[in-house]
């Protein structure tokens, strides 16, 4: 059960050393400039693996449960599904279900673990191979492996990272714990936090934070739901971003040109918009958006964020 990017390395792997008998994935989303109809990734990777594949809304739907029942899974494993499992599913298989959650539980359970991450600066991620109970992401824990955050890291690139190292612990723990030699571990749930879904509104831009905390945000946020801001009323993606420490103080959402980037005054330093885009048009360098602009340095840009 899984439906990004992220679930595909790891169905790769399974197939190739375990008989999967079926995916079950989200639905077809709209999605794109042109806003075709797009299968999930784990739908495709099912297709070019030959693995049948049903798609239900919801779980709890008789279809669904009925084609569950007659593949008689063993084991279930869940990497990013999206779907909260109830009893009858989680009690179904022999061996339970497993899920492959990308973070070091009990930090960070929940629906955007590796933005989270980025996002409140943790020196590390990692993944957690889980026994899954009713709760979210509250489960006893298998085994666990860590990998740092590099300042070079954005969500996509850790999600990379973090989907291949899934795989390679969920081959490395199954043996194990199909031969009854795993103890699970309870979590401590006293240090549990949680990491909610994202939304689009989360990704505008509070120059009210620091240049470091924006700097994160922008790489949290990167490739969904985006970092963005407004220039002359349009919107304004920013791909990519770097803090500047600098002594004069400007005001708060000031653009600014130092040494020919194109940067914003925060709360704590510049922030330098190294890749944007502006609304419907491709993506361009800083130094571009300099030269489309001859007042920058004289433009403050607005500040919808939350001040708290």
């Known amino acids: 059960m899984g439906s990004p990017t992220f679930a595909v390395p790891i169905l790769e792997q399974l197939a190739h050393h375990y008989p999967v008998v079926g995916v079950i994935t989200q639905p077809d989303r709209l999605a794109g400039r042109g806003n075709k109809l797009t299968p999930p990734p784990i739908k495709e990777a099912a297709n070019r693996l030959r693995i049948p594949v049903i798609q239900p809304l919801r779980l ?34 022999p061996f339970g279900c497993v899920n492959v959650h990308a973070s070091l539980l009990p930090r960070w359970r929940g629906a955007a673990p590796i933005a989270a991450a980025i996002l409140h600066g943790d020196e590390e991620s990692g993944i957690t191979i889980m026994k899954m109970d009713e709760g979210v992401d509250t489960g006893p824990i298998l085994r666990q492996r ?70 994160r945000k ?43 980037k194109a940067a914003v005054a925060t709360a704590k330093g510049l922030l330098e918009l190294v890749k944007v885009q502006p609304g419907g048009k491709k993506p361009i360098f800083g130094s571009d958006l300099i030269n489309g602009y001859r007042d920058w340095g004289k433009i403050v840009l607005p500040d919808h964020g939350n001040h708290a």
Do not use: C
């Open 146 to 215: 860590a990998i740092p955050i590099l300042d070079t890291d954005n969500s996509l690139t850790l999600s990379s990272r973090l989907a291949e190292l899934g795989a390679q612990l969920l081959l490395e723990t199954l043996p194990d714990y199909l031969d009854g030699k795993i103890v699970p571990q309870e979590q401590d749930h006293q240090k549990a936090t949680y990491a909610p879904l994202l939304k689009k509104e989360n990704g505008e831009l509070d120059f009210h934070q620091t240049a470091t905390e924006l700097w």
């Open 218 to 260: 922008v790489r949290a946020f990167y490739p969904w739901p985006a970092a963005f801001t407004y220039l002359d009323g349009k919107h304004l993606i920013i791909h990519e971003a770097r803090p500047i420490e600098i002594s004069h103080d400007y005001p708060i959402g000031q653009t600014v040109r130092f040494q020919k």
């Open 60 to 93: 709890s739907e008789p279809d669904a449960m009925s084609q569950l029942e007659q593949w008689q899974p063993d084991l279930i494993v869940v990497a990013a599904f999206g779907q909260i499992l109830k009893p009858n599913v989680l009690n179904l298989p």
